[in-house]
């Protein structure tokens, strides 16, 4: 099934995903798997798929938090590509007071991976490489490649750069 990013003409409703799905279905207090007596507030589902969009191409963007847990999706155009989630074992004190100089974690630094198109240590860079790099590649790339004169790392990042949002 492809997902479909809304566009500002879309009228948002449940025909834009499968019939067994709902949009805007989003639990408001689910629990958390760790401590399954505190209740976890989600607060909007939604935005994921409506929120403001930014391009990697435009990495780093001062519009992400340094230090910050979240969930956050990742587009080519209108195709769904990815759903992501950074900071689950954050906890409120790991955020750096006022004064301290603000060392950059979590949702800043995965998505700052993402960005680097450097396939060790980033699962996204993997499956953007396997899905859409690998399939795509000319024979002269494949030789290149094999000659160690092209880096598959370099053409993942430019398409992550070129073609995708979050």
Known sequence: ??????TANDKLSAGMLGADEKLGQCPTNIRSKRRPNRPVRVTS????????SYRFADWPNESVPKVAAGAYTIWDAARLIYV???GRSMRANEVDS???PVKAKDLWTRL???ASGRRSGD???VYVCDRF??????VAQQAQIAEGRLALDK???????DRYAY
């Open 112 to 114: 700052n991976s993402h």
């Open 84 to 86: 992501g989630m950074a």
């Open 98 to 100: 006022p004064d301290e």
């Open 155 to 161: 053409l993942t990042r430019e398409l992550i750069r």
């Open 45 to 52: 589902c939604n935005s994921l798929e409506s929120g403001p």
């Open 133 to 138: 790099v690998v399939p795509a590649l000319s």
């Open 1 to 6: 099934m492809t997902i479909r990013r809304p």
């Open 123 to 125: 699962q996204f860079c």
